[in-house]
Structures are given as structure tokens and as C-alpha cells.
């Protein structure tokens, strides 16, 4: 059966010494199955996920935007539900899911979030 490999970049950004947003670095999953992703925002805790998907040689696609405060993420065009989700464990840990995996899925995710202090988005 063929699996399908939904990689996360493993690199971290600091601004000012201070915000580090992470993430876990590889997920594999079957075809139909559901992966989860995990991010941290460090130490920005009033701010929002942004999540991307990166397929090899493309340009970043933006795929949703969570804020613990809202009921439902506000999607990027050819993304939504019920194919992605996020939820949040914390003021810092979000979640994206990606419901019953096809070959397409295949990419790069990354997580972005605005760190206010010092006026700039910040990805791991």
C-alpha cells in the first residue's frame, strides 16, 4: 500500500531571542487515514495559527487561519471542511488535521503566527 508522507520542516526562527514557534518534524500516514500536526507558538500567546502547504518546486499555499477565540478557521481558496480542521490544546499548541489523506497531500505544512511585540510573522 502506498504511503504518503506529509513532511514538516524541523527548522526553528528566533526574533529578538525570544519567540521560537516549533513543530514536530515528520508524519507519515496512509491513504485515507487522518494526520495531525502539531505546532507551538512559543511565547506568543494572543495570536493565531496560520498554516501553509507546500508541495516540492511550488509556492507556499495558504490553507487556514485558527484563533483559539473562533469556532471554525477561515480557510485559503481550495482549502476547507471537512478535509482540514485545526483545534487548539493550548494558548501556544495548535493542531491542524487533514481528514482521509490522498496522493496530493504530499507536501511541506508549516505553521505561521504574528508576533506583535516585535510587528512580525514568525514560522518555525
Not at 507519515?28 to 507546500?54: F, I
Not at 508541495?55 to 471537512?82: A, C, E, K, M
Not at 493550548?90 to 505544512?109: C, F, K, M, Q
Request: proline share 3%.
Amino acid at each position: 500500500m502506498l504511503g504518503i508522507l506529509c513532511t514538516l520542516i524541523t527548522a526553528l526562527t528566533c526574533v529578538s531571542g525570544v519567540t521560537v514557534v516549533t513543530q514536530k518534524p515528520v508524519v507519515t500516514v496512509r491513504r485515507g487515514e487522518t494526520a495531525t500536526m502539531d505546532c507551538n507558538l512559543g511565547t506568543v500567546t494572543g495570536s493565531a495559527a496560520r498554516w501553509y502547504k507546500q508541495i516540492r518546486g511550488g509556492v507556499p499555499q495558504f490553507v487556514l487561519y485558527f484563533h483559539r477565540s473562533s469556532s471554525s478557521p477561515t480557510y485559503g481558496s481550495g482549502f476547507s471542511s471537512p478535509k482540514f480542521a485545526s483545534t487548539h490544546q493550548s494558548t501556544t499548541d495548535y493542531r491542524l488535521i487533514i481528514n482521509t489523506i490522498e496522493e496530493g497531500d504530499s507536501a511541506v505544512y508549516y505553521c505561521q503566527t504574528w508576533d506583535d511585540s516585535v510587528k512580525q510573522h514568525i514560522s518555525q
